[in-house]
């Protein structure tokens, strides 16, 4: 069973910058696509940002030219870079299949303060 370990979250300033981490225990990391969701309160979970097997990626309006995720398939690791953050991208973040077909795990919280 797959394990996703999400890690990097906090608390920060708007206009600031977090890195998150997700490691997934899986041997076929590399040719999966991933993707990184968000959950604010109230709200259902929402995809922000996809990477593809080949490293196509896409994103959601919402944080485009501000995100960028990346992956390390070396490492079984998937990133997402967030700048510029902003009060809204206040949630619960999480990463999984692009299908979300695995397990979730516990997330990281990213509080942005105005």
């Known amino acids: 069973q797959v394990q996703l370990v999400e890690s990097g979250g906090g608390l920060v300033q708007a206009g600031g910058s977090l890195r998150l981490s997700c490691a997934a225990s899986?041997?076929?990391?590399?040719?999966?696509?991933w993707g990184w969701y968000s959950q604010a309160p109230g709200k259902q979970r929402e995809l922000v940002a996809g990477?593809?097997?080949?490293?196509?990626?896409n994103y959601a309006d919402s944080v485009k030219g501000r995100f960028t995720i990346s992956r390390d398939n070396a490492k079984n690791t998937v990133y997402l870079q967030m700048n510029s953050l902003k009060p809204e991208d206040t949630a619960v973040y999480y990463c999984n299949t692009l299908k979300g077909s695995q397990n979730w795990g516990q997330g990281t919280q990213v509080t942005v303060s105005s």
């Open positions: 990477i593809t097997s080949t490293g196509s990626t």
């Open positions: 899986t041997s076929i990391f590399s040719f999966k696509s």
